[in-house]
């Protein structure tokens, strides 16, 4: 009887933490790799994270520029949320950010001559 009772007892005391580690490991975490599809006209010379709605941009390395037509880069995700705004620039100097981005659901952006108004 001492035991059912110890094992009812130990099982309470075992399965909020169960639950909390539970809810730790299914946080949802952005992508470490996320991939750039340049389909425009022109190539990107530089990429920047930020937090969604924020303005605190953090560039990542290209390498070289992508250039257009159809040619994709693979990038490291700064450390943050999953919701960033991208913010791509391209040779011709003009800026396009991509508000919102799910970065922990996408794995990739493809950048199009719409991107750039064209």
């Known amino acids: 009887?001492?035991?059912a009772v110890f094992a009812c007892l130990a099982f309470v005391a075992?399965?909020?933490a169960a639950?909390?580690?539970a809810a730790q490991t299914d946080s949802r975490e952005p992508a470490r790799i996320f991939t750039v599809v340049n389909t425009s006209f022109?190539?990107?010379v530089a990429l920047a994270f930020a937090p969604a709605g924020s303005e605190a941009f953090e560039e990542v390395a290209l390498g070289e520029p992508l250039h257009g037509g159809l040619t994709s880069a693979a990038v490291e995700v700064?450390?943050?949320a999953c919701m960033r705004d991208v913010r791509a620039t391209f040779r011709n100097g003009k800026t396009y950010?991509?508000?919102a981005v799910d970065v922990c659901r996408n794995r990739q952006l493809r950048?199009?001559?719409k991107s750039q108004g064209g």
Do not use: E, Q
């Open 14 to 16: 075992v399965t909020p």
């Open 19 to 21: 639950h909390a580690f």
């Open 1 to 3: 009887m001492y035991r």
């Open 111 to 113: 950048l199009s001559a």
């Open 78 to 80: 700064p450390v943050g």
């Open 97 to 99: 950010v991509f508000p």
């Open 42 to 44: 022109d190539s990107v």
